[in-house]
């Protein structure tokens, strides 16, 4: 692998967000495992960085009886394909995706609700890594790796449901973000999903989430504390939203990164919240149209 410095470790990672410059030297060293957490298109594509392995959102990794997507797994459930993907307690794991930094995100927070700090996404993801004439590889994935050892140590408060939602709509100190289009958001647009309500929380703030990114790579810390800042004002306290809980995480991380704690995911999302419900919706006019949340 050219770059490769031989004998070099993982090391502890600079944050939850480490660029190519930090990876590409250390590919391939023992202890650092690499997952493509590509969605929708992108997933189970034949091009990836060598040897990264599929977390696999869209499948394995969402809960299979939950009547809404990307629902997060129960703990037996995510131990059990961590470790089938090679995952140890002790390895330092970088999660990336074909689309720059988008469900990395979600792996990424999904690890970190499962008790696992050692992980960090990868700023611009695959396309940043081919961009940069990095190598990558073709074809049908290697054989399965051997199986690791990864504990899941469920956090409490990383993820939000239904109700949380409410109750956080009402206090004075959280802000609720949703990070789909505006033209969603407005209701202007039609949901993706066929029988969801259109429109958005009431008391919701609108932040797609792109508006944290700039040419697929997340923006600088002071800025997206300065972006962050202008819609919560002296709120400290964050639940996140989108379509599906994925790009909310992009959300999350840019809160990590701006320094905002105590953050949670609404896993359902608009997936569930826009169900024929009595869940409150308002409808807006107008909006710009920006990239869609899922």
Do not use: K
């Not at 990794?61 to 002790?90: C, I, K, N, Q, Y």
């Not at 970190?112 to 961009?131: C, E, I, K, T, Y």
């Not at 590889?137 to 990383?158: I, K, M, N, V, W």
């Amino acid at each position: 692998m050219p770059g490769v410095l031989p004998g070099v470790l993982p090391g502890a990672l600079p944050g939850p967000l480490v660029g190519i410059g930090w990876l590409a030297p250390r590919l391939g060293t023992p202890g650092l495992v690499v997952l493509d957490a590509s969605v929708g298109a992108h997933r189970g594509a034949d091009r990836r960085i060598p040897g990264a392995r599929a977390f696999d959102i869209d499948g394995a990794l969402s809960d299979p009886s939950s009547p809404v997507p990307h629902t997060m797994p129960g703990a037996d459930r995510f131990a059990r394909e961590l470790r089938a993907l090679g995952v140890g307690d002790t390895d330092t794991v970088v999660v990336y995706d074909a689309a720059g930094v988008y469900s990395s995100a979600r792996a990424w927070w999904m690890l970190r609700a499962m008790g696992f700090d050692r992980a960090a996404v990868l700023d611009g993801g695959l396309p940043a890594w081919s961009g940069a004439g990095l190598p990558v590889e073709e074809g049908a994935p290697g054989p399965a790796p051997a199986p690791g050892d990864f504990t899941a140590r469920p956090r409490a408060g990383l993820f939000a449901d239904s109700a949380d939602v409410v109750a956080a709509l009402a206090e004075p100190g959280t802000a609720v973000l949703d990070a789909r289009s505006r033209e969603r958001f407005s209701g202007a647009a039609p949901e993706p999903r066929a029988g969801l309500r259109g429109g958005h929380m009431p008391g919701a703030v609108n932040l797609p989430f792109g508006e944290l990114q700039h040419e697929g790579r997340m923006r600088p810390a002071t800025e997206l504390r300065a972006v962050l800042g202008d819609l919560v004002g002296e709120r400290e306290r964050l639940v996140l939203s989108c379509g599906s809980g994925v790009t909310a995480c992009v959300l999350a991380l840019g809160a990590e990164l701006a320094g905002y704690r105590g953050t949670a995911v609404y896993d359902g999302s608009w997936s569930e919240w826009g169900l024929p419900s009595p869940l409150p919706v308002v409808r807006e006019q107008g909006g710009t149209e920006a990239p869609h949340g899922v």
